[in-house]
């Protein structure tokens, strides 16, 4: 597809769209237009591929057999685990625990450093703007624990009351949990200096990554977090994977998560002794096929090149904004100074999900809803929005054939 109007192109998007075949499928009679890459990316045939040629060619349960098979897997497997760190800037491959994705590695912390570290009358800092995986394994563990959970206020734009968040800190915080990206809003949240603030409070941090890690550089050591959660499928790679990592310091003194195979070192019906990190966090036989198809995804962003990714997502989203804003009605939710490329919008009078379904109509996929994040709806008095989400196969053509089918929508609901 070429770009209707003169802005120079800094990725060749033709190119990038013809290697993801589902784009060229029809939905409705129409040609897909994809729009809903913060719920899930689209994945180019090399993933595809991948997971396919394991399935094909060397399948094998890993770090358990020595034949040949096996000790191909095994290697993939763990290929992928340099990749992850390398992706994150880690420090060492130990620190990087395979998960089933974000929601797992919050529980995986939730569960282990939680119940070891949360006392009655301890404080858990989250934010309003929380997915519903980063509040509710809190909210178990406070109900538990008898602990608080406190919640950092949103202003009107979308952004985080610093000043809020500097006196909400004390003595008593324990834990700050907080998205680097709001995927119902798309606000870049300033961790790094939320971060500081925290340690030097004496708490430590876990960073919601499930957004940010498609679109952000993230260097875990620079950014100096305790816990860092994201999901393969947001990346450009298959559902079922995701990485929590955790310094090692920590990881070494958590308790266990589940038990079974792969996570002990030597079992008698007296003891159990654990293995080391990783798979201390790692029981049973994991999602192989998926995990050595992620590198393939993270080996696709890192030659795409993450600068030119976000160049051109922030271009659309510029385009995408100015556009959304000429229509007559429509109220753009969250307006943070930093974003990413996702626009969330209500229009007066009509409800998100009729939009949702008449663009659906037209072989246009947006996601409406609550986006998981109720209490941040409730925060703006509404029950959702329409929210158009760009990954770095989309294009202004696409932008505009949103913005005249919502003119179509309005049309026909109003
Ligand atoms: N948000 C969305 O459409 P999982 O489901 O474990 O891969 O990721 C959970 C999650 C956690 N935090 C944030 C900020 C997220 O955006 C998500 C997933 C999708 O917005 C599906 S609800």
Not at 166 to 173: A, I, P, W
Not at 358 to 383: E, Y
Request: with cysteine; glycine share 6%; net charge negative.
């Amino acid at each position: 597809m070429k770009a209707p109007n003169s802005i120079p192109e800094v990725l060749d998007v033709a190119s990038i769209r013809n290697q993801f075949p589902i784009l060229n499928r029809r939905v409705k009679e129409k040609p897909l237009v994809y729009l809903d890459n913060a719920a899930t990316s689209q994945k180019p045939q090399s993933v595809i591929d991948a997971i396919s040629d394991y399935y094909t060619n060397y399948n094998a349960n890993i770090h358990r057999g020595i034949h040949t098979l096996a000790e191909e897997a095994t290697l993939a497997y763990e290929a992928t685990r340099h990749a992850a760190q390398e992706f994150i800037g880690a420090a060492s491959p130990e620190e990087i625990i395979f998960t089933r994705g974000t929601t797992e590695g919050i529980n995986l912390v939730a569960y282990t450093w939680g119940r070891q570290h949360i006392i009655p009358g301890d404080e858990i800092l989250i934010s309003a703007m929380e997915h519903h995986s980063n509040i509710v394994p809190w909210q178990i563990l406070c109900e538990e624990k008898d602990a608080v959970l406190k919640i950092i206020p949103v202003n009107d734009h979308g952004e985080l009351s610093m000043e809020a968040y500097m006196e909400l800190l004390n003595e008593r915080t324990k834990l700050v949990s907080i998205v680097q990206v709001s995927n119902a809003l798309g606000t870049v949240n300033p961790v790094k200096e939320m971060i500081n603030a925290a340690h030097k409070a004496g708490a430590r941090v876990l960073v919601d990554g499930a957004q940010s890690a498609v679109h952000l550089d993230i260097d875990v050591q620079d950014l100096d977090c305790d816990f860092f959660a994201f999901s393969a499928h947001k990346v450009y790679g298959p559902t079922g994977i995701g990485v929590l990592y955790g310094k090692k310091e920590l990881l070494d003194s958590m308790p266990v998560f589940q038990g079974g195979g792969e996570m002990i070192k030597e079992v008698t019906f007296e003891k159990t002794t654990y293995n080391d990190l990783p798979y201390k966090y790692e029981a049973g036989t994991p999602n192989i096929a998926d995990t050595i198809a992620f590198k393939t995804a993270l080996d696709f962003v890192k030659e795409t090149g993450k600068a030119a990714i976000r160049e051109h997502e922030n271009n659309l989203l510029d385009y995408a904004t100015a556009q959304l804003q000429q229509i007559p009605g429509l109220r753009i939710i969250g307006e943070a100074k930093e974003k990413v490329s996702l626009v969330s919008f209500v229009i007066k009078d009509i409800h998100p999900q009729d939009i949702g379904i008449i663009l659906d109509n037209m072989g246009i996929a947006v996601r409406t809803g609550h986006h998981c994040t109720q209490p941040l709806m409730k925060r703006f008095g509404i029950p959702g929005t329409v929210r158009a989400s760009f990954a770095l196969y989309n294009t202004r053509e696409e932008i505009d054939i949103l913005i005249n089918g919502l003119q179509k929508a309005i049309k026909m609901l109003s």
